[in-house]
T-cell receptor, first 116, second 113 residues
Framework: DTEVTQTPKHLVMGMTNKKSLKCEQH?????MYWYKQKAKKPPELMFV???????INESVPSRFSPECPNSSLLNLHLHALQPEDSALYLC???????????????FGDGTRLSIL | QKEVEQNSGPLSVPEGAIASLNCTYS??????FFWYRQYSGKSPELIMF????GDKEDGRFTAQLNKASQYVSLLIRDSQPSDSATYLC?????????????FGQGTELSVKP
């Protein structure tokens, strides 16, 4: 069991659908992350939020829209995705603050996304 | 040259042996180093982190860091079949507005009974 909870665990959607991925952490962390991982590849950073503000966007296409409603919650809104966006989407959190980037990140179980 | 390099493997060791996983990095400014274990179809799990030169031990795991050689390794003593997984080395990169982890490609470890 992890302290970073992601829902749903699996999602199948069409290219015209709108859906959202959700992430919640209960560790009091102030930094949260979205990663995308394809099979046999390492996680690829998409977004970083620090103290509920977007601090890093790795030039992700606008069909992915992140949102951080509060320090415990992170959403990823999906719209008009492409088949190549099928992947495992991982949320992570870390303490945050001045040591951001130097702290261990703890991952949730991920959402496996399939685009038809 | 990739920023973080690992041998992709597979690395095969017999049960009870020591598994040695290696990682090199290119950014001399990196200060924090992490090892994650990822079972097939699962998410990465943090198993070790190290900030200072030398060895850090936690149970059967030892992380070793040599900043002069830009080298970090993970030793797994008394390897078990349950240790069979992909091991990801990650190194921090600092930005003005924060930081990020740079992952290696991962080393697949297979422990044979």
């Amino acid at each position: 069991d992890t302290e970073v909870t992601q829902t749903p665990k699996h999602l199948v959607m069409g290219m015209t659908n709108k859906k959202s991925l959700k992430c919640e952490q209960h560790m009091g962390h102030r930094a949260m992350y979205w990663y995308k991982q394809k099979a046999k590849k390492p996680p690829e950073l998409m977004f970083v939020y620090s103290y509920e503000k977007l601090s890093i966007n790795e030039s992700v296409p606008s069909r992915f829209s992140p949102e951080c409603p509060n320090s415990s919650l992170l959403n990823l809104h999906l719209h008009a995705l492409q088949p190549e966006d099928s992947a495992l989407y991982l949320c992570a959190s870390s303490q945050g603050g001045s040591g951001l980037g130097s702290q261990p990140q703890h991952f949730g179980d991920g959402t496996r996304l399939s685009i038809l | 040259q990739k920023e973080v390099e690992q041998n992709s493997g597979p690395l095969s060791v017999p049960e009870g042996a020591i598994a040695s996983l290696n990682c090199t990095y290119s950014d001399r400014g990196s200060q924090s180093f992490f090892w994650y274990r990822q079972y097939s179809g699962k998410s990465p799990e943090l198993i070790m982190f190290i900030y200072s030169n030398g060895d850090k031990e936690d149970g059967r795991f030892t992380a070793q860091l040599n900043k002069a050689s830009q080298y970090v390794s993970l030793l797994i003593r008394d390897s078990q079949p349950s240790d069979s997984a992909t091991y990801l080395c990650a190194v921090n990169r600092i930005y003005n507005q924060g930081g990020k982890l740079i992952f290696g490609q991962g080393t697949e470890l297979s422990v044979k009974p």
